[in-house]
């Protein structure tokens, strides 16, 4: 077992990532900007490293800071939590060849995954439903409107290193092709510096239901569950669920199985989202594979009782999942909803940084709260809005709503803008109440309201 991690992350995550360690007799090693060094990660690790300053490309995404600072504490393992280098298979490399162990699955596998038409077509091969799409990578007008006549408009342009929700155009005419893919390919270029795009089929009104995998470094992968996200802005995710309304008994014991050969074939290690889109008819069809721990890993933690943060470090220091899993039926147990609360302004989406002058963190039966705020700290303006994750569970989704409520009513936070009011919103909504969502919830509630989203 790992005598000591650094966590390359802060917020929320890093101090995610402190708790499990904690539970496991690990020590810490923070690491953090100047602009963090009055953050909780830093105050709850054993040690702390500052590695440069606020500007993430000059702290948190730097590798030789990170390593640097990893090689002074003399750490055996780094968690990269998410976002920052968590998706970076050079980082792991470097880590693996520093002798120092990455949290995560191997670098060639991150590679595969993140390019996605790659992950697409790795996917396919090992027999999991795609959306009908490009082969690969498309480079000219001529491909996109043979890919886009065969398939059928409208389509969907996606950065093939896309995430959070970036670089993607809507098509709904072969006119608009030729600007439209130049635009993805420009903006790709800008955001991931890599201008490569694909197209798919664009699903009108889709469900998103994404699947918690887990392997281990013997070969083996379970998978745990699914969640549901369709709750989202500008495709990134608001509130999360699970288990899905949508999914049955049936179609949840058929998907883990097929996703864990799925997996196994690809040599999947360590935690992963495979994530997907219902169409209006309940078929799922393969959109991505976010490799490393998610956002919303909560709620699965709730209905499952299983802590995948303390998994993550489990299998990576070699355990079996067999030795760490339960020995039992991985049915969901309960309800459980997460909602993100960024400091923003709840109808204009503005960023709203600065100190908080005052905070009441809900509690009580069924709830838990992921954050790294406190009164008087400081939400800096130059890394994600996510100030908190709140997560309800209950015996069934009624109850995890009320609780979620009731919560929502009882988190105070003043100082900054926040999204409860929004929340507050969603979970009063009828549609919401009685599970009648998909990716496009939130536009016609903004539009019943006779708001601008
Ligand atoms: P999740 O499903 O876990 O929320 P997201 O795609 O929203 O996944 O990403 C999680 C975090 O990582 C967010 O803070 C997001 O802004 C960030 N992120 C995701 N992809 C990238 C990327 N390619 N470059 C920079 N940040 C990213
Ligand atoms: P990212 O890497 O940015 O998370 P994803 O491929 O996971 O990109 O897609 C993010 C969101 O965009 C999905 O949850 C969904 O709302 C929307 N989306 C992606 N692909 C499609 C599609 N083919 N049709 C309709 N919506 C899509
Ligand atoms: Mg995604």
Same mark, same amino acid.
């Given at each position: 077992?790992?005598?000591?991690? /650094?966590?390359?992350?802060?917020?929320?995550?890093?101090?995610?990532?402190?708790?499990?360690?904690?539970?496991?007799?690990?020590?810490?090693?923070?690491?953090?900007?100047?602009?963090?060094?009055?953050?909780?990660?830093?105050?709850?690790?054993?040690?702390?490293?500052?590695?440069?300053?606020?500007?993430?490309?000059?702290?948190?995404?730097?590798?030789?800071?990170?390593?640097?600072?990893?090689?002074?504490?003399?750490?055996?393992?780094?968690?990269?939590?998410?976002?920052?280098?968590?998706?970076?298979?050079?980082?792991?490399?470097?880590? +693996?060849?520093?002798?120092?162990?990455?949290?995560?699955?191997?670098?060639?596998?991150?590679?595969?995954?993140?390019?996605?038409?790659?992950?697409?077509?790795?996917?396919?091969?090992?027999?999991?439903?795609?959306? @009908?799409?490009?082969?690969?990578?498309?480079?000219?007008?001529?491909?996109?409107?043979?890919?886009?006549?065969?398939?059928?408009? @409208?389509?969907?342009?996606?950065?093939?290193?896309?995430?959070?929700?970036?670089?993607? &155009?809507?098509?709904?005419?072969?006119?608009?092709?030729?600007?439209?893919?130049?635009?993805?390919?420009?903006?790709?270029?800008?955001?991931?510096?890599?201008?490569?795009?694909?197209?798919?089929?664009?699903?009108?009104?889709?469900?998103?239901?994404?699947?918690?995998?887990?392997?281990?470094?013997?070969?083996?992968?379970?998978? /745990?569950? !699914?969640?549901?996200?369709?709750?989202?802005?500008?495709?990134?995710?608001?509130?999360?669920? =699970?288990?899905?309304?949508?999914?049955?008994?049936?179609?949840?014991?058929?998907?883990?199985?097929?996703?864990?050969?799925?997996?196994?074939?690809?040599?999947?290690?360590?935690?992963?989202?495979?994530?997907?889109?219902?169409?209006?008819?309940?078929?799922?069809?393969?959109?991505?594979?976010?490799?490393?721990?998610?956002?919303?890993?909560?709620?699965? !933690?709730?209905?499952?009782? $299983?802590?995948?943060?303390?998994?993550?470090?489990?299998?990576?220091?070699?355990?079996?999942?067999?030795?760490?899993?339960?020995?039992?039926?991985?049915?969901?147990?309960?309800?459980?909803?997460?909602?993100?609360?960024?400091?923003?302004?709840? !109808?204009?989406?503005?960023?709203?940084?600065?100190?908080?002058?005052?905070?009441?963190?809900?509690?009580?039966?069924?709830?838990?709260?992921?954050?790294?705020?406190?009164?008087?700290?400081?939400?800096?303006?130059?890394?994600?809005?996510?100030?908190?994750?709140?997560?309800?569970?209950?015996?069934? &989704?009624?109850? =995890?709503?009320? &609780?979620?409520?009731?919560?929502?009513?009882?988190?105070?936070?003043?100082?900054?803008?926040?999204?409860?009011?929004?929340?507050?919103?969603?979970?009063?909504?009828?549609?919401? $109440?009685?599970?009648? $969502?998909?990716?496009?919830?939130?536009?016609?509630?903004?539009?019943? +309201?006779?708001?601008?989203?």
């Amino acid at each position: 077992m790992f005598e000591k991690i /650094l966590i390359a992350n802060r917020g929320e995550i890093a101090l995610r990532v402190i708790c499990a360690c904690k539970d496991l007799g690990i020590k810490t090693v923070a690491v953090y900007s100047e602009a963090d060094r009055n953050s909780l990660h830093v105050r709850f690790a054993d040690e702390a490293v500052c590695i440069g300053p606020a500007k993430s490309a000059r702290s948190y995404l730097d590798i030789p800071s990170v390593i640097s600072a990893a090689e002074i504490t003399n750490v055996d393992a780094i968690h990269p939590g998410y976002g920052f280098l968590s998706e970076n298979a050079n980082f792991a490399e470097v880590c +693996e060849t520093s002798g120092i162990r990455f949290i995560g699955p191997k670098p060639e596998v991150t590679r595969l995954m993140g390019l996605k038409q790659q992950a697409r077509a790795a996917m396919k091969q090992a027999g999991i439903p795609i959306l @009908p799409g490009s082969d690969g990578i498309v480079g000219t007008v001529e491909q996109a409107h043979t890919v886009a006549e065969k398939i059928g408009y @409208p389509v969907l342009i996606k950065a093939s290193a896309g995430g959070g929700g970036r670089g993607m &155009r809507i098509v709904e005419h072969p006119d608009e092709l030729p600007n439209l893919l130049a635009q993805a390919q420009q903006e790709a270029q800008i955001a991931f510096s890599c201008g490569d795009v694909y197209i798919e089929k664009f699903i009108k009104a889709p469900r998103h239901i994404e699947f918690q995998v887990l392997g281990d470094e013997h070969g083996d992968v379970e998978v /745990l569950g !699914e969640r549901e996200c369709s709750i989202q802005r500008r495709h990134q995710k608001l509130i999360e669920e =699970a288990p899905s309304p949508v999914v049955t008994p049936e179609l949840r014991r058929e998907m883990c199985e097929r996703l864990a050969t799925a997996m196994k074939e690809v040599g999947y290690s360590n935690a992963g989202t495979v994530e997907f889109l219902m169409d209006e008819k309940g078929n799922l069809y393969f959109i991505e594979v976010n490799a490393r721990i998610q956002v919303e890993h909560p709620v699965t !933690e709730m209905v499952t009782g $299983i802590d995948l943060v303390k998994s993550q470090i489990l299998v990576a220091s070699g355990e079996k999942l067999s030795d760490i899993l339960p020995k039992r039926d991985l049915v969901p147990r309960g309800h459980s909803i997460e909602c993100r609360i960024n400091a923003e302004h709840p !109808e204009k989406f503005t960023p709203s940084p600065g100190r908080i002058t005052a905070l009441n963190l809900p509690g009580g039966i069924g709830i838990r709260v992921d954050t790294a705020c406190y009164t008087d700290g400081v939400i800096p303006p130059y890394y994600d809005s996510l100030a908190a994750k709140l997560i309800s569970h209950g015996a069934n &989704r009624l109850e =995890a709503i009320t &609780r979620m409520q009731r919560a929502l009513e009882m988190f105070v936070v003043e100082g900054i803008y926040t999204t409860i009011p929004l929340h507050q919103r969603i979970l009063a909504h009828p549609d919401f $109440i009685s599970a009648k $969502i998909d990716t496009h919830f939130l536009a016609r509630m903004f539009e019943e +309201e006779g708001k601008k989203l």
